[in-house]
């Protein structure tokens, strides 16, 4: 690859955009680095640390505008189940067990088909999903009394 190819990659991969709130924080540490205010009045604009604001500064020195970003802004969690069980668990409730209660049907995946997840987790994942509980409460009328 030449310089020009280069510069044509590098122009192609954009930035990513700011947040909000990273704005803010790069607006503070900008004025940091200008000398408007010091590190403990930005600390307490950005409501952390003076040792936050110099890592924050020195981020800032080093990669530029997108130093303010979180660095795990982008990764999935650890603890986080894939999608192949998500719309596995969606697929059997909505084939096999439509209308059964969730805690049933967490027990029964459970026991029966072997998955780990608990029920509360199982909960989510089907109303992640756009599943309603059969078993959820109705709405109450207010009656008057005479």
């Known amino acids: 690859m030449n310089l020009d190819t280069i510069e044509i990659i590098e122009e192609i991969v954009k930035a990513p ?3 909000k709130e ?3 924080k790069l ?3 900008k004025r940091v ?3 408007e205010i010091n590190g403990p009045r930005a600390a307490k604009l950005l ?3 003076t040792r936050q604001v110099r890592n924050l500064k ?3 020195y080093l990669e530029g505008n ?3 970003i979180h660095k795990n802004r982008y990764n999935k969690p650890a603890n986080t189940y894939d999608d192949d069980i998500r719309t596995e668990l969606a697929h059997i409730y909505r084939t096999e067990y439509k209308g059964v209660n969730f805690t049933v049907f967490a027990k029964i995946m459970q026991e029966e088909r072997g998955f780990i997840q608990s029920r509360s987790t199982i909960y989510n994942i089907l109303r992640q999903k756009r599943i309603r509980s059969p078993q959820r409460k109705k709405v109450k009328r207010n009656v008057k009394k005479a």
Do not use: P
């Open 33 to 35: 680095i200008n000398n």
């Open 27 to 29: 607006r503070v540490i």
């Open 47 to 49: 409501k952390v640390s």
């Open 58 to 60: 020195r981020q800032v």
């Open 66 to 68: 997108q130093g303010i």
């Open 22 to 24: 990273e704005k803010k």
């Open 17 to 19: 955009k700011l947040t």
